[in-house]
């Protein structure tokens, strides 16, 4: 069994910073890339950022240049850090994994997410 547990989520006031963690953690062969989702009361869910097992990286517009993701493969960890945070960000943040449990088998897997607000 698989788990994705992140942490880290709360209320800010615009322009502050939040620092999101997710860990992985159970029956794990190998972790391929991770990422970080958010959605909005009333809208889709969207990609946020997201990061290969390579460490390259890639980023939504609305995010670029603010927030920065990262990964400890030792820790199955991966990291949200975020800046300059703006009302527009608020939203429940998932993390997202694919995740090998075995030599045969991956599948994607989603934490249950963290809720981060920006008051303005």
């Known amino acids: 069994q698989v788990q994705l547990v992140e942490s880290g989520g709360g209320l800010v006031q615009a322009g502050g910073s939040l620092r999101l963690s997710c860990v992985v953690s159970?029956?794990?062969?190998?972790?391929?890339?991770m990422g970080w989702y958010r959605q909005a009361p009333g809208k889709q869910r969207e990609l946020v950022a997201q990061?290969?097992?390579?460490?390259?990286?890639s980023y939504a517009d609305s995010v670029k240049g603010r927030f920065t993701i990262s990964r400890d493969n030792a820790k199955n960890t991966a990291y949200l850090e975020m800046n300059s945070l703006k009302p527009e960000d608020t939203a429940v943040y998932y993390c997202?994994?694919?995740?090998?449990?075995?030599?045969?088998?991956?599948?994607?897997?989603w934490g249950q997410g963290t809720q981060v607000t920006v008051a303005s």
């Open positions: 990061i290969a097992s390579s460490l390259s990286t």
């Open positions: 159970g029956r794990i062969f190998r972790v391929n890339g």
């Open positions: 997202n994994a694919e995740i090998w449990d075995s030599r045969w088998s991956k599948d994607t897997y």
